[in-house]
């Protein structure tokens, strides 16, 4: 059941029933989906104050509509192990909105995929995409197979048999996919190089995150990070706050951790812990991003292997606890749900100031109810993580021009819509009558561009 704390008018309860009965009806539709019922239950009950002012949404059937894919794909991935050995795993490709652009949104490769994983990341696509101001829908795909331990060669067979069923659904006019986590420049690679072979042709706008040297935009691998750390600036700024001198901890080790580090250290700030699925090193002295990018991004290690290289600093192999240590601001990039309650209370009693999501949906709801009863200054992903997607667009756009930005170019656009990104969902959240909060903010000013599009398109 869906509450609200405000008091209730006959609009607001009208909104209540609408927004109980509507989820009421997504919990039963969708047994067995923990991830995407709480993507959804999130959004509903941020959206109250916008269905109670505007009636028209109960009216068009909104959030029945919003709430179910326009097309869920599962496919077979069969692909031949080095061994010789024939392995099968599960495709998925959800086509979740498409009123305000093509399908869009990243692969995930990673054993815990699953149906629930792909909803929840798709719909939350929705509302992100909207949120950058381009004309992008949401979708988001990935397989449940494990790159970990593969070689190169058994990641190619694997991606070219991934990209050879999802061919057939995707498009520069129709579906865009790009990575996420265990899907970076390497399978992006594979992916374009097998969509030219099937389509007997080059088609730079199929995918985003490409290599430079073939249709990728400069800029799009730090994106996701930098957008972040731009803004969590903007946030710091309004409350008098800055990255200059603060500290800082980063979870995860990946493309979204790499760079928001690298943009935090530029804006002043000393990154003192960071982790990935084995544990997280903690450096008092400040963690040596070079290290970190060697041993990541060239080596395939593991972040153990950073302690071994800097005495002084620590390796704890419980990478949740990474939360146990004191910090001004806390950006965990690695994975959903991977603050709960304790780990939200930790950051509060060591009086974290502020907490912006680079991975999607990582505070759980309990963690996000703690930290907004505390007044932590707190960006929700899919304001804060936009940046990547936002690129994505410009990449796209670059394409279509058949032209390349140079990453001065890029990086100030990125800046300037993170900064846009901000201003509108502070501004919706002051309107709705939720002042600061950009969860509210977020939500309501991405919903109302979707909702008002869907509504002009008539019911389809
Ligand atoms: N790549 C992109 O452009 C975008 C990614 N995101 C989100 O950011 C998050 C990270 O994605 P990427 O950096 O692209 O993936 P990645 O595959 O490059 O890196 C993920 C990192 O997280 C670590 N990790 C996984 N589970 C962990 C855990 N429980 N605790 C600590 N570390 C853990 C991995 O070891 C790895 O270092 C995901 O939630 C993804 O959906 C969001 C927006 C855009
Ligand atoms: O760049 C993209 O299309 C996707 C980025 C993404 O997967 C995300 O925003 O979560």
Redesign the pocket.
């Known amino acids: 059941m869906i509450t609200t704390q405000q008091t209730k008018d006959d609009s607001s309860q009208l909104a209540i029933d609408y927004v109980n009965a509507v989820y009421k009806t997504v919990e039963s539709r969708n047994p067995g989906e923990p991830e995407f019922l709480q993507a959804v239950k999130r959004i509903f009950t941020s959206l109250l104050p916008a269905i109670a002012k505007h009636p028209k949404y109960i009216k068009n059937g909104i959030l029945e509509r919003i709430s179910e894919p326009e097309r869920l794909i599962t496919f077979r991935v069969p692909w031949v192990d080095d061994s010789g050995k024939v392995q099968v795993n599960r495709g998925f490709r959800v086509q979740f909105n498409s009123s305000i652009g093509p399908y869009k949104g990243?692969t995930?490769f990673h054993p815990t995929v699953n149906t629930s994983i792909i909803k929840f990341?798709g719909f939350e696509q929705i509302f992100k995409n909207a949120l950058t101001g381009q004309p992008i829908g949401g979708g988001k795909g990935g397989a449940d197979f494990n790159p970990k331990g593969k070689s190169t060669n058994e990641i190619m067979r694997f991606t070219q048999s991934y990209m050879t069923e999802l061919s057939n659904y995707i498009g520069p006019n129709i579906d865009i996919p790009?990575?996420?986590?265990?899907v970076?420049a390497r399978e992006i690679g594979f992916m374009f190089g097998q969509y030219k072979r099937m389509q007997g042709g080059y088609e730079a706008g199929v995918l985003t995150?490409k290599g430079d040297r073939f249709g990728g935009s400069l800029a799009r691998t730090e994106?996701?990070g930098y957008g972040l750390v731009y803004f969590v600036n903007e946030m710091l700024q309004d409350h008098g706050f800055s990255f200059n001198g603060s500290r800082v901890i980063v979870?995860?080790?990946?493309?979204?951790?790499i760079y928001a580090m690298e943009k935090a250290m530029q804006f002043g700030a000393k990154v003192v812990a960071c982790?990935?699925?084995?544990g997280?090193i903690y450096d008092e002295k400040g963690i040596d991003l070079d290290t970190i990018k060697r041993l990541?991004l060239d080596e395939e290690s593991v972040i153990s292997a950073y302690a071994a290289e800097h005495p002084g600093a620590l390796f704890n192999e419980n990478?949740?606890d990474i939360w146990t240590i004191p910090c001004d601001i806390a950006l965990p990039?690695?994975?959903?749900n991977?603050i709960d309650e304790n780990a939200a209370k930790l950051l509060i009693n060591n009086g974290v100031k502020a907490i912006a999501e680079?991975?999607?949906m990582?505070s759980n709801q309990n963690a996000m109810d703690l930290f907004n009863e505390s007044h932590i200054l707190f960006g929700p992903?899919k304001a804060a993580?936009a940046g990547?997607?936002a690129v994505s667009a410009l990449e796209m756009a670059q394409n279509s021009m058949r032209l390349a930005w140079s990453f001065e170019k890029v990086d100030a656009k990125l800046h300037e819509i993170m900064h846009n990104i901000y201003r509108e969902s502070i501004n919706a959240a002051e309107a709705y009558g939720h002042p600061g909060n950009l969860v509210y903010g977020a939500n309501i000013a991405g919903f109302i561009k979707v909702g008002d599009a869907m509504i002009r398109e008539g019911v389809i």
């Open positions: 990243g995930r990341l790009a990575g996420d986590i265990g970076g995150g994106a996701t979870s995860g080790a990946g493309n979204v951790a982790s990935d699925s084995t997280y990541k990478c949740g990039c690695a994975t959903q991977e680079g991975a999607n990582p992903s993580n990547g997607v």
